[in-house]
Nanobody, 117 residues
Framework: QVQVVESGGGLVRPGGSLRLSCTISGSILSMYTMYWYRQAPGKQREWVASITSGDSASYAVAVRGRFSISRENAKNTMYLQMNNLKFEDTAVYFC???????????WGQGTQVTVSS
């Protein structure tokens, strides 16, 4: 059974940094395109960043230049380094894995990021 678990959320001041982690168990990370999404209170879930199995990364305009997505296949773990955090980055951050060539999707339970002074 494939499971996806996020960690690393917390409370941070504006301008601060956090690193989120997303670990897959029951499968192999290298077989997945990985995504980060976020959902702020009262808003729809939105795509934040993604990374292919070939390490090609893409970012939403709102986070480009501040966030960095990466993966460490040997640890079955993906990361989202978030720098220069803003109030509007406050949200629950979700990790999704999509199996390449198959399309099976797996979501984590989310991790809360709160940017507050």
């Amino acid at each position: 059974q494939v499971q996806v678990v996020e960690s690393g959320g917390g409370l941070v001041r504006p301008g601060g940094s956090l690193r989120l982690s997303c670990t897959i168990s029951g499968s192999i990370l290298s077989m997945y395109t990985m995504y980060w999404y976020r959902q702020a209170p009262g808003k729809q879930r939105e795509w934040v960043a993604s990374i292919t199995s070939g390490d090609s990364a893409s970012y939403a305009v709102a986070v480009r230049g501040r966030f960095s997505i990466s993966r460490e296949n040997a640890k079955n773990t993906m990361y989202l380094q978030m720098n220069n955090l803003k109030f509007e980055d406050t949200a629950v951050y979700f990790c999704q894995g999509v199996r390449v060539g198959v399309g099976d999707e797996y979501w984590g339970q989310g991790t809360q990021v709160t940017v507050s002074s």
